[in-house]
């Protein structure tokens, strides 16, 4: 039995864009995806892609500028990207919170160097 082959993701949009006669930076120039983005999805490199929710935008995009049906072309990203491979979103990116846990940390610490030093003085007094 033969198995049928169905276009990437990547093939798909290349596809497209060739039967428009147009080059990447001029399709980048037009629909304001960045350069990047537009060769690592026509060459189906999800890990050079951002998040998952802005990605998917700028798939529906691209699908509309080059007269394809968003929702099929999002269907098939998301069939080929492994769920492991999507990124954290940018509101809970590792930085946002190591930045929160300083002024905390500080806090914590400052309180227990005047917690020693208070016992320390009540033990000499004592004696």
Same mark, same amino acid.
């Given at each position: 039995?033969?198995?049928?082959?169905?276009?990437?993701?990547?093939?798909?949009?290349?596809?497209?864009?060739?039967?428009?006669?147009?080059?990447?930076?001029?399709?980048?120039?037009?629909?304001?995806?960045?350069?990047?983005?537009?060769?690592?999805?026509?060459?189906?490199?999800?890990g050079d892609l951002?998040?998952?929710?802005?990605?998917?935008?700028?798939?529906?995009?691209?699908?509309?500028?080059?007269?394809?049906?968003?929702?099929?072309?999002?269907?098939?990203?998301?069939?080929?990207?492994?769920?492991?491979?999507?990124?954290?979103?940018?509101? *809970?990116?590792?930085?946002?919170?190591? /930045? !929160? &846990? #300083?002024?905390?940390?500080?806090? =914590? @610490? *400052?309180?227990?160097?005047?917690?020693? /030093? !208070? &016992? #320390?003085?009540?033990?000499?007094? =004592? @004696?």
């Amino acid at each position: 039995m033969t198995e049928i082959h169905r276009p990437t993701l990547g093939e798909s949009l290349h596809a497209a864009r060739a039967r428009k006669r147009m080059k990447l930076p001029e399709v980048a120039e037009k629909t304001r995806i960045p350069l990047e983005r537009l060769e690592a999805l026509e060459t189906d490199r999800y890990g050079d892609l951002p998040d998952d929710v802005y990605l998917r935008g700028a798939i529906r995009n691209y699908a509309i500028f080059l007269g394809l049906d968003p929702d099929a072309m999002v269907a098939i990203y998301r069939a080929a990207r492994p769920q492991a491979e999507k990124r954290a979103p940018l509101s *809970v990116a590792p930085t946002t919170r190591t /930045v !929160a &846990l #300083v002024p905390a940390t500080i806090g =914590v @610490l *400052v309180l227990v160097v005047l917690i020693l /030093v !208070a &016992l #320390v003085l009540l033990h000499v007094i =004592v @004696l």
